[in-house]
């Protein structure tokens, strides 16, 4: 199993003019450590409009500043949100192909469609449409990079013979993935021939798996890949935290993995909430949450909750060591782990990275 960072670059408030520079300068430093400690990857959101809990609407410009003072870590797209008018699929054949060039070719592509409220209704976008356009978008993008001189006529977006340029270093093109939270999401980005990235928190490796054997049995009948071939590797999220002392690393996840959870929860919710009278589609997971947000079970992710669950990495390096097999048992191929969830310190996460990447991930190396 591979172990990535992954980010969504929270900002708490109160906020001065420093915070956000401050946020993003402090990322670009943990994901150099990483590289440093022998982490395989550096993923990142695109969010848009979604206060304190993440500030990353222009993840491109930081992979480049990663990617120049980097030379080994992949870059991950976590994922980029392919319905109109989020981005155009040439922008993001060409975004996509100038980052794999100035990178060496170590770019991972994560695409997905948005699931709240503040982003859809942002931007102006029909919930019902969403998949359709991210299928479509993910079709057009990869004609862009194989094909010498593409074009497409489709029900969304429309160019005329055109040659897309920059081509990506990788060949055919990078490596691409779908995220799904769904059962059926899962089914139809293991259809597709997708790589996985299986967004799910606060529950166990062992419910992860459940829908992780569904895309699996959905993959190995996959005959004809969206992609260029049939990418098949699995990715899921976990927040994680590891110190020398576990009472201090309790003391200090407790209020960012407690917090975490139940407002990401309620931002998809909040899409229930604006369609409420109408059908949610392909977001009737939204409408669960609404529900369980209802009847305050989010209040039970408790961090007790989440140890018991091992729905967190936490603790010693020898306790996420053991968290980290429940994943890798459960048919993970790549582990992203939210070293900050909300408002974990620099100094941890500093700490997080090192402790994981000289006594945990080796522990994972074949």
Same mark, same amino acid.
């Given at each position: 199993?591979? +172990?990535?960072?992954?980010?969504?670059?929270?900002?708490?408030?109160?906020?001065?003019?420093?915070?956000?520079?401050?946020?993003?300068?402090?990322?670009?430093?943990?994901?150099?450590? !990483?590289?440093?400690?022998?982490?395989?990857?550096?993923?990142?959101?695109?969010?848009?409009?979604?206060?304190?809990?993440?500030?990353?609407?222009?993840?491109?410009?930081?992979?480049?500043?990663?990617?120049?003072?980097?030379?080994?870590?992949?870059?991950?797209? %976590?994922?980029?949100?392919?319905?109109?008018?989020?981005?155009?699929?040439? /922008?993001?054949?060409?975004?996509?192909?100038?980052?794999?060039?100035?990178? !060496?070719?170590?770019?991972?592509?994560?695409?997905?469609? *948005?699931?709240?409220?503040?982003?859809?209704?942002? +931007?102006?976008?029909?919930?019902?449409?969403?998949?359709?356009?991210?299928?479509?978008?993910? *079709?057009?993008?990869?004609?862009?990079?194989?094909?010498?001189?593409?074009?497409?006529? !489709?029900?969304?977006?429309?160019?005329?013979?055109? /040659?897309?340029?920059?081509?990506?270093?990788?060949?055919?093109?990078?490596?691409?993935?779908?995220?799904?939270? *769904?059962?059926?999401?899962?089914?139809?980005?293991? %259809?597709?021939?997708?790589?996985?990235? *299986?967004?799910?928190?606060? #529950?166990?490796?062992?419910?992860?798996?459940?829908?992780?054997?569904?895309?699996?049995?959905?993959?190995?009948?996959?005959?004809?890949?969206?992609?260029? =071939? #049939?990418?098949?590797?699995?990715?899921?999220?976990?927040?994680?935290?590891?110190?020398?002392?576990?009472? /201090?690393? #309790?003391?200090?996840?407790?209020?960012? +993995?407690?917090?975490?959870?139940?407002?990401?929860?309620?931002?998809?919710?909040?899409?229930?909430?604006?369609?409420?009278?109408?059908?949610?589609?392909? =977001?009737?997971?939204?409408?669960?949450?609404?529900?369980?947000?209802?009847? !305050?079970?989010?209040?039970?992710?408790?961090?007790? =909750?989440?140890?018991?669950?091992?729905?967190?990495?936490?603790?010693?390096?020898?306790?996420?060591?053991?968290?980290?097999?429940? =994943?890798?048992?459960?048919?993970?191929?790549?582990?992203?782990?939210?070293?900050?969830?909300?408002?974990?310190?620099?100094?941890?996460?500093? /700490?997080?990275?090192?402790?994981?990447?000289?006594?945990?991930?080796?522990?994972?190396?074949?």
């Amino acid at each position: 199993m591979k +172990f990535a960072l992954f980010y969504e670059i929270p900002v708490p408030r109160p906020w001065s003019e420093e915070s956000e520079r401050i946020a993003l300068e402090q990322t670009i430093e943990q994901a150099v450590h !990483g590289e440093k400690h022998g982490w395989d990857a550096f993923w990142t959101v695109e969010h848009h409009f979604l206060e304190e809990f993440s500030h990353c609407s222009n993840p491109e410009v930081l992979y480049g500043a990663i990617a120049a003072r980097t030379s080994r870590i992949r870059l991950g797209y %976590g994922v980029r949100l392919m319905p109109r008018p989020y981005n155009h699929p040439v /922008r993001t054949a060409e975004s996509v192909a100038t980052l794999d060039l100035i990178s !060496g070719g170590r770019v991972d592509v994560g695409t997905g469609r *948005s699931a709240t409220r503040a982003e859809l209704e942002g +931007f102006g976008i029909d919930p019902r449409q969403t998949r359709a356009m991210w299928r479509e978008a993910i *079709s057009h993008t990869v004609g862009c990079w194989t094909e010498d001189v593409h074009s497409f006529d !489709g029900e969304f977006w429309s160019m005329p013979p055109r /040659r897309v340029l920059p081509k990506p270093l990788q060949k055919p093109h990078p490596p691409l993935w779908g995220a799904t939270s *769904s059962e059926d999401g899962h089914r139809e980005v293991g %259809g597709l021939g997708l790589g996985l990235c *299986s967004f799910a928190v606060g #529950v166990s490796p062992e419910e992860v798996k459940k829908k992780i054997d569904v895309y699996k049995a959905a993959v190995a009948k996959c005959e004809r890949p969206i992609g260029a =071939y #049939v990418h098949d590797e699995v990715a899921t999220f976990t927040m994680a935290l590891c110190d020398t002392d576990r009472d /201090r690393a #309790v003391a200090t996840a407790t209020e960012s +993995f407690e917090w975490y959870p139940k407002t990401g929860a309620r931002q998809i919710a909040s899409v229930a909430e604006w369609q409420a009278e109408g059908t949610l589609g392909d =977001y009737g997971y939204a409408g669960d949450l609404k529900t369980v947000d209802e009847q !305050g079970l989010l209040e039970l992710l408790t961090i007790d =909750y989440l140890r018991q669950e091992g729905a967190c990495v936490l603790g010693t390096p020898e306790d996420c060591v053991a968290a980290c097999r429940r =994943y890798e048992e459960a048919g993970v191929d790549l582990l992203l782990c939210l070293v900050n969830p909300y408002k974990i310190p620099h100094e941890a996460v500093m /700490r997080t990275i090192e402790l994981m990447g000289t006594e945990v991930i080796p522990r994972f190396r074949d």
